[in-house]
């Protein structure tokens, strides 16, 4: 496989779907609704990777279907892999094991075909603490992508930031490590602004002088709710922009699922059909996007309707 640098200059590259609500669906991951009020405001739910080592064949099945679907790029399942992260799930003692065996299903699975992504998210710790523990959450995510670059992924997706902040401290630890970095903050309760107050043009302009390879948004909104602010960014930067959309239907009152009450239990109620994916494909070049793929609620169908959007 070429490298992620001289893909996107090709473009667009197709990545892969959601990984932990596709699983939590297949009763594999725990949202942790069972035990408290997630989503809306109070909980921050479970939704932590150990799958990698708990359940192996499940996760592996799933790279296996996107990369049948087109997926250029399988994302390792470190999605809130931190030790931070993983400690509140009872989990922190695990913390290399899940990151090396993500990264290795994934290597395996991917072959010669696909590049493979590390994956890289908030600590939830700026949520939780404030803008104090950002020092705190650098530690914890110097040492994911430390672990990350150590099993052998090709580069990092830098995914679902709430704060610029945080997604700052991110680009500078993947620079230190000397990793690619794609990356995408998600937007909440609507798209005009990161939950640390900055528009989305402010978030491109940032991130692109950070050295992100590709920039944009994951999660969150459907892929027509989420275009506006990506134009908004694409005005904003010159690098390619990366757009990973949700597969739920968000509302003018509230641009962000994971805030609806259908999160995390209902989710079936709010979901958008893989035709609207093929749709949003079909936009992907005009719009410059140079990375594309799916979030929360994408399984394979609508990876595969995403790539025939993209070459119809
Ligand atoms: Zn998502």
Redo the contacts with the bound molecule.
């Keep these: 496989m070429q490298p992620i640098t001289e893909l996107l200059q090709a473009g667009p590259v197709i990545g892969d779907g959601?990984y932990l609500i596709e699983l939590e669906r297949r009763g594999r991951v725990d949202s942790g609704s069972g035990r408290e009020q997630v989503g809306t405001g109070r909980g921050s739910g479970q939704f932590t990777p150990e799958v990698a080592i708990e359940n192996p064949d499940a996760l592996r099945e799933l790279h296996r279907e996107f990369l049948d679907a087109g997926s250029m790029v399988l994302q390792a399942l470190t999605f809130f892999g931190t030790r931070e992260k993983l400690n509140r799930a009872g989990y922190g003692a695990d913390t290399e094991s899940i990151n090396f065996a993500a990264v290795k299903l994934a290597k395996e699975v991917a072959g010669d075909r696909a590049l493979v992504a590390g994956s890289v998210s908030r600590t939830q710790l700026t949520e939780r603490e404030g803008m104090g523990s950002l020092d705190k959450s650098r530690d914890h995510i110097a040492e994911q992508i430390r672990l990350l670059k150590d099993a052998g992924a090709d580069f990092l997706i830098l995914e679902?930031f709430f704060h610029l902040a945080e997604m700052k401290v991110a680009l500078e630890c993947a620079a230190a490590a000397g990793m690619p970095a794609v990356a995408t903050m998600s937007f909440r309760p609507f798209i005009t602004q990161c939950t640390d107050g900055h528009t989305p043009a402010e978030c491109a302009r940032i991130m692109t002088d950070l050295g992100a390879i590709a920039v944009g948004a994951?999660?969150e909104q459907d892929p027509q709710r989420m275009l506006p602010l990506l134009r908004e960014m694409r005005a904003a930067t010159s690098v390619p922009l990366a757009a990973q959309p949700?597969a739920f239907r968000t509302t003018d009152e509230c641009h962000s699922f994971t805030r609806l009450p259908a999160f995390p239990d209902d989710l079936e109620t709010i979901q958008i059909s893989r035709g609207e994916f093929f749709e949003f494909g079909k936009f992907v070049r005009a719009e410059g996007i140079g990375y594309t793929g799916g979030?929360?609620g994408c399984n394979a169908a609508y990876i595969r309707a995403l790539t025939r959007g993209v070459n119809a």
Aim: charged share 0%.
């Design positions: 959601g679902t994951n999660c949700a979030c929360c």
